[in-house]
């Protein structure tokens, strides 16, 4: 099931929900009780909001074969 992100026009409460697509636009309430919600775009990058490039996980775990 996709996850879709909101947030609250109310409070500026962020967050997730999990739900069908064809519930993608319906109200969903914050979880602080509000119902003045946005839904946001995710993954998709529009105008100016770059998404900033994933930076390497640094760290000696792979080196030692933990990572599989
Ligand atoms: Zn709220």
């Known amino acids: 099931m996709p996850r879709y992100e909101y947030r609250c026009r ?10 069908p697509m064809a519930e993608a636009n ?3 309430d914050c979880p602080e009780g ?5 839904k946001l775009l995710s993954t998709v990058a529009v105008g100016g909001a770059a998404a900033a490039p994933a930076a390497p996980a ?3 775990c792979c ?6």
């Open 58 to 60: 640094g760290g000696g």
């Open 63 to 68: 080196g030692g074969g933990c990572c599989g």
């Open 26 to 28: 319906a109200p969903a």
């Open 34 to 38: 509000h119902g003045d919600t946005v």
């Open 10 to 19: 109310e409070c500026g409460t962020g967050f997730e929900l999990s739900r």
